[in-house]
């Protein structure tokens, strides 16, 4: 079982900025990716940002150059940097772990608000 807790979710301005961490637990491969994905009201859930455990990285179009991912394997957590923050980008962001043969564990957090005021 895998457990993941985000934190760092908040209120700023449109052009600030917030961390988002998230802290994983419990049984898993040590050769996995960990990502963020974020859901608007109204729309699907959407990919934001992905890391490996090796560090390659990959980010949606509409985030790249604001946004930076990062991990730390030795206490599993995964951190989103969100600069220059826009109204867009306010939603509900999730934290995903994935791993195995095509990513057949696939763990998601509770959810951490993020909304950007204009």
């Known amino acids: 079982q895998v457990q993941l807790v985000e934190s760092g979710g908040g209120l700023v301005q449109a052009g600030g900025s917030l961390r988002l961490s998230c802290a994983a637990s419990g049984t898993y491969f040590s050769i996995n990716t960990m990502g963020w994905y974020r859901q608007a009201p109204g729309k699907q859930r959407e990919f934001v940002a992905r890391?490996?455990?090796?560090?390659?990285?990959n980010y949606a179009d509409s985030v790249k150059g604001r946004f930076t991912i990062s991990r730390d394997n030795a206490r599993i957590t995964v951190s989103l940097q969100m600069n220059s923050l826009k109204p867009e980008d306010t939603a509900v962001y999730y934290c995903?772990?994935?791993?195995?043969?095509?990513?057949?564990?696939?763990?998601w957090g509770q959810g951490t608000q993020v909304t950007v005021s204009s």
């Open positions: 890391i490996t455990s090796g560090g390659s990285t």
């Open positions: 995903n772990l994935r791993f195995g043969e095509r990513n057949r564990y696939d763990y």
